[in-house]
């Protein structure tokens, strides 16, 4: 019987858990996009609340799914072909959902593009200092390049002037 109760409550701990991380979810996350509420509120001037009332509001997207499906599909419009296609056609959650803008905010583009910016900056930066090391060294390689030529050039000579020698002497 004990092991029966305790199976009972870590049944009900698991569904209190799942449900916290639901609740959780649901005030931090975007139901749509996914994005967290910390983006919004940090790179956005409108904020968290603003976006999912707005911008990703669930109820929109569900309105929309029932549209797609009371409206014939000689009066859909490009997109709503496009995705009525995905939703029929997909072999699999992910592509029926992928017209979905998961991980994706207009309001956070401008953010991500001047990260972007930052990034490619960042990376010139980089290719430059490269480049100049790059220089350094080839200067460096060049001028050991010349002396190390000119000691070839002594050693040859003194070499032939040896075999010179050594001819001389035999004869």
């Known amino acids: 019987l004990n092991i029966f109760v305790g199976l009972i409550a870590s049944a ?6 799942d449900k916290d991380t639901v609740h959780e979810d649901s005030t931090t996350k ?8 910390y983006k919004f509120e940090h790179y956005t001037t409108t904020g968290f609340k603003h ?3 707005f911008q990703h509001n ?3 997207y569900v309105y929309y799914l029932h549209y797609l499906k009371i409206v014939q599909d000689k009066d859909f419009t490009g997109p709503d072909t496009a995705v ?3 939703l029929a056609s997909g072999s699999n959650e992910e592509e029926r959902a992928s017209w979905l803008p998961v991980n994706r905010a207009l309001s956070l583009k401008k953010h991500e593009e001047e ?6 900056l960042q990376q010139q930066e980089v290719s430059k200092q490269i480049a100049v090391l790059f220089g350094r060294h080839k200067q460096e ?3 050991q390049s010349v002396s190390l030529r000119s000691e070839i050039a002594d050693i040859t000579s003194l070499l032939r002037s040896l075999l010179n020698d050594d001819r001389h002497h035999s004869i």
């Open 84 to 86: 009525s296609n995905k």
């Open 58 to 60: 669930p109820l929109s």
């Open 30 to 37: 975007c139901l749509v996009c996914s994005i967290d509420m």
């Open 141 to 143: 390689i060049d001028e």
């Open 115 to 120: 990260e972007h910016e930052e990034q490619m």
């Open 51 to 53: 976006h999912v009332e």
């Open 12 to 17: 009900f701990e698991a569904m209190r858990d």
